[in-house]
Antibody
């Protein structure tokens, strides 16, 4: 059974750093296209980043230069390193899988809440 | 402001057919497939439609998608109370960047 479990969220001060994890089971992270998508409180979905099976990475303009997506193949886990956090980064962060090179996100985690506030 | 434009709300009565629109431009919907997601209250989004009109396994055929030019639509027929949710369209925009619509809150009256 495919499962994605995020962790690492919490309350962080503006300018701080946080690393989110997404532990996968039932499939191989490195063979898929893995994305992070966030949702600010009461707002819609916003795509954040993707890592391709080949290792290429891409970011939304709103996080480029501050966030880094990566994976650990030995742990079958996806990460999102978030630096220089801002109040507007406050959101539930979801990891999601796409088995093919297209935005067909067929499995999602339950999400982890990141709150940036002093 | 979202790149893809959806109506903020839609409603219908049980058994009715409702449609939700999604408007974009030549750089996203006009040149790429459209995808739809359903988000029930308090849960993660669920994969609903891919490549404009294809349903993943397990999605009822009450749900259908279409695309024409730079716009797309999601139709739900035989509306049921459990269909009450937020619906989002998505597409590539100058691949590999993904854009979502602002979401449509569907109320079953």
């Amino acid at each position: 059974e495919v499962q994605l479990v995020e962790s690492g969220g919490g309350l962080i001060q503006p300018g701080g750093s946080l690393r989110l994890s997404c532990a996968a089971s039932g499939f191989t992270v490195s063979s898929n296209y893995m994305s992070w998508v966030r949702q600010a409180p009461g707002k819609g979905l916003e795509w954040v980043s993707v890592i391709y099976s080949g290792g290429s990475t891409y970011y939304a303009d709103s996080v480029k230069g501050r966030f880094t997506i990566s994976r650990d193949n030995s742990k079958n886990t996806l990460y999102l390193q978030m630096n220089s956090l801002r109040a507007e980064d406050t959101a539930v962060y979801y990891c999601a899988r796409a088995p093919t090179l297209e935005p067909a996100l067929d499995y999602w985690g339950q999400g982890t809440l990141v709150t940036v506030s002093s | 402001q979202s790149v893809l434009t959806q109506p903020p709300s839609a409603s219908g009565t049980p058994g009715q057919r409702v449609t939700i629109s999604c408007s974009g431009s030549s750089s996203n919907i006009g040149s790429n497939y459209v995808y739809w997601y359903q988000q029930l209250p308090g849960t993660a989004p669920k994969f609903l439609i891919y490549r404009n009109n294809q349903r993943p396994s397990g999605v009822p055929d009450r749900f259908s998608g279409s695309k024409s030019g730079t716009s797309a639509s999601l139709a739900i027929s035989g509306l049921r109370s459990e269909d009450e949710a937020d619906y989002y369209c998505a597409a590539w925009d100058d691949s590999p960047y993904v854009v979502f619509g602002g979401g449509t809150k569907l109320t079953v009256l």
